[in-house]
């Protein structure tokens, strides 16, 4: 038996879910780290705060813009926020996994990041990453 989810695909829907139970998809970039897969992200977006309320999520296999495929299963996972030595880990298995395309986002986000400082837009925010873990 195959594993529903491993490094060979190149993104996942993550879904959360609001207070509401109102699901919310979201295209992501991810890397199996051990028994778990590792998502960046912002810290204060709102699947961060979904998260925060509601650990519960699920995945499915899609393409760049969240387009899943009619075969592709719906995965329940359990998601938790991490931050400093784990959120590094998560954002160096990523860029491993993606390489070039992640080194020119890297360089994108650190001028944006620049710009925003310069115009005093700093939020200095510490760095966020998402693990989750498939469930039975």
Same mark, same amino acid.
């Given at each position: 038996m195959t594993a529903p989810l491993s490094n060979k695909e190149k993104y996942v829907s993550l879904v959360t879910f609001r207070r509401d139970g109102t699901a919310v998809p979201s295209p992501v970039w991810f890397a199996a780290m051990g028994d778990e897969f590792g998502v960046i992200t912002e810290t204060n977006v709102g699947k961060v705060k979904r998260?925060?309320?509601?650990?519960?999520? =699920?995945?499915?296999?899609?393409?760049?813009? @969240?387009?899943?495929?009619?075969?592709?299963?719906?995965?329940? /996972? =359990? /998601?938790?926020?991490? =931050? @400093?030595?784990? /959120?590094? *880990?998560? *954002?160096?298995a990523v860029g491993k996994k993606y390489g070039p395309v992640y080194v020119a986002f890297s360089v994108y986000w650190t001028f944006s990041t620049l710009f925003d400082k310069l115009r005093g837009r700093d939020k200095h925010d510490p760095e966020t990453a998402i693990l989750f873990r498939l469930t039975a």
């Open positions: 998260i925060r309320n509601n650990p519960q999520v =699920t995945v499915q296999v899609c393409d760049m813009s @969240g387009n899943v495929s009619v075969d592709s299963p719906v995965l329940s /996972a =359990t /998601a938790r926020l991490v =931050t @400093g030595d784990d /959120a590094v *880990r998560v *954002r160096k």
